[in-house]
């Protein structure tokens, strides 16, 4: 039966690390490998870093590989195959990483976008196999969203569709790194969220304090989550705030795509039922009554190696 | 020549009157005929209206006449043909209104939502000629919208994509008419901006007051207008307000869709240069920077009877 499954490569090309991994159809992990990105160093050690993991993954591999796919930060250009300008990887202006690739390895290479990926992996192995629509939007450090529309990957005009992150919720709101104001991503992305609790905090009661050790420079999402398992109002009131904030968002996606089905993974959805269940309603409320019934906020199924997953779901999508 | 020409039926079907017109396929209008839509008295009464209306239009008509497209509000479902709870038409549940005329007149009838029909018509007709994608926004009592994705109308999952009036620029903003709050619409939708206004003229200098002759009932969007052309200084803030105001929705919606060209119809785009430059300079100030080269914002083109146009360009554009 095993000769029957089709195998691919996923890779995972953070800022940090390059992770990869040969994946079954069925979206399994049948071997990992993790390599240094060495991002400072520019594109050429980059590119020797991938070129390495794979050397490892193939080390001993008897198993038929159908083709690679390859997630990745930044705007993608998948008629040509480029990577432009990805932010966590300095130096690269417009890089043919599908013509690299290729011609180091003899097979065929897909690249897009890692949201979207991730949104390709949902879909062929996870929560979103169900749904032919739905959005999935990846909360951490920064909010990252990836469409699919009727079974396929919306890419919008140029591909750089999906941008979650940036849909303003208060246009007089906090300043984004993007030069916006009031993006989602001011409100929930990792750093944001954090600054922000430091500041409410002072003068609130909460055991937050007391699970960093009053060391406030250790305070992370993960805090904040565990003090509102553990009863605490204030943390509590942190999350059901998120809800409202992405709640809007939510609406208003939903108003202008026609979608209603939203899929969450990332860190920050380890807040679990009491942040989905605040999401959830608060977009209900806001949707146009049409849409209201069909809005459903879930949990990502992806969890570790989501990004492996989704580049190698690229093979099996297409 | 004429004879090579084709000619379709354009059928604006709005809450007080029934718009009808033989259209050319380069979208010249060659008869009209206004009837009353009757919405209060029902579905039945409004069919009538419709039938009777066709039937003015075609009394001594020699042309050939290609097919009819319908623009309708409310929610279209074109593959069923049907409209289903239209908000100014009351007592439509679900009526199959292609079906009911296919039979009545025995030519192929295409439907397609107002604000759709609009956008298509812009782009067979109008500004959206040489884009292959591009938002269409009509500026009204309502704030419609209709996007043309790689020259096909984007309809979402079941056909209610587009409201762009209800983007939400601040998730704690003024109430709307939908249930949320501060969508768009709550900003620049006609009966908003005048209510706002009014409000903040008291104590401030302006000759709004004067043009409406100390009346502010009378007060419309065109009265700003008019006071922002003779140099009205309170004035030129809202019309620059509203600038802002659209911008940020703008700029969210080029960033999930990946679009950057939007055309701006309907009553208040009569504020002409100074509100569509302040609109493009906000959108392209929050977008994010790869878009940020791609944002325009474009005169509708097509301006009286945009609805019959609109209606007629779903015959040609099938």
Request: hydrophobic share 40%; with cysteine.
């Amino acid at each position: 039966m095993t000769n029957k499954l089709k195998y691919a490569i996923g890779i995972d090309l953070g800022g940090t690390y390059i992770k990869l991994g040969i994946v079954t159809d069925s979206g399994k992990i049948v071997k990992k490998v993790v390599v240094d990105t060495m991002a400072q160093k520019g594109p050429d050690v980059i590119i020797a870093q991938i070129k390495k993991g794979i050397k490892e993954l193939l080390d001993g591999n008897k198993l038929k590989i159908h083709a690679i796919g390859v997630g990745c930060p930044g705007v993608i250009s998948t008629k040509r195959g480029t990577v432009e300008n990805p932010p966590n990887l300095p130096g690269w202006d417009r890089v043919n990483l599908v013509k690299i690739l290729e011609k180091a390895t003899g097979k065929k290479v897909y690249i897009e976008n890692d949201a979207n990926a991730a949104a390709i992996g949902e879909y062929m192995f996870g929560a979103g196999k169900k749904y032919n629509s739905f959005v999935m939007i990846t909360l951490g450090t920064g909010v990252g969203g990836g469409i699919i529309l009727k079974r396929k990957i919306y890419r919008g005009e140029f591909g750089a569709a999906g941008e979650i992150g940036h849909i303003t919720i208060d246009y007089k709101g906090p300043k984004c790194n993007c030069g916006s104001y009031g993006c989602i991503e001011t409100y929930i992305g990792n750093h944001y969220l954090v600054d922000r609790i430091k500041k409410e905090l002072s003068g609130r009661k909460s055991i937050i304090k007391k699970l960093v050790h009053n060391d406030l420079t250790k305070l992370t999402p993960k805090t904040i989550c565990e003090a509102a398992k553990a009863g605490d109002s204030f943390a509590q009131e942190v999350v059901k705030e998120m809800g409202v904030y992405l709640g809007a968002a939510l609406a208003s996606i939903s108003n202008v795509l026609d979608i209603g089905i939203f899929i969450i993974g990332g860190g920050v959805s380890g807040f679990g039922k009491p942040l989905f269940d605040a999401i959830e309603e608060n977009a209900r409320a806001r949707v146009l009554t049409p849409l209201r019934k069909r809005i459903k906020v879930i949990h990502a199924k992806l969890k570790n190696d989501a990004g492996i997953k989704g580049a190698s779901a690229l093979v099996f999508y297409k």
